[in-house]
């Protein structure tokens, strides 16, 4: 089974001037899963020990909008706490009134800044899809 048929996981798709990530997964706590190691992966990030837990509680008009401002939450936490999640258990994202909820827990620690730089999360040719196999999404960073 090659990496484009398993059931979750991330892949660098070419873009001209920053980074581009294509994800998959079976459900969309899984695509937003897959999406935070993806991002990790592009920075050459190495998962920290668990010693900690942050909460996750973010609101969006859209699923876009929600996976932009939940990744942009984690380079927050590496910018600024050089903090990073090795795991997030428990995570929910589910669709409420008007608004697109994440709600959940990351468990990580301490990290070194990782060999390369994503300085924002962007817009760009964003979109979030459901596919026959669950959701697929591509995201362009900043560098």
Request: charged letters at 25%.
């Amino acid at each position: 089974m090659d990496a484009m048929h398993a059931q979750a996981g991330f892949r660098e798709v070419e873009h001209t001037a920053d980074w581009a990530l294509e994800v998959w997964a079976p459900d969309l706590p899984e695509l937003f899963r897959q999406a935070l190691w993806g991002m990790y992966a592009l920075m050459g990030l190495v998962k920290p020990k668990p010693a900690s837990s942050r909460e996750i509680h973010l609101e969006a008009p859209d699923l876009e909008t929600l996976l932009v401002d939940f990744l942009t939450e984690a380079l927050f936490w590496l910018d600024v706490e050089r903090w990073a999640a090795a795991a997030l258990p428990d995570l929910h994202v589910t669709r409420m009134n008007d608004q697109w909820v994440i709600r959940g827990r990351a468990v990580g620690g301490p990290v070194s800044p990782g060999e390369k730089e994503i300085k924002a999360v962007t817009y760009h040719g964003l979109h979030v899809q459901p596919t026959d196999d669950g959701y697929r999404a591509v995201v362009v960073f900043d560098v």
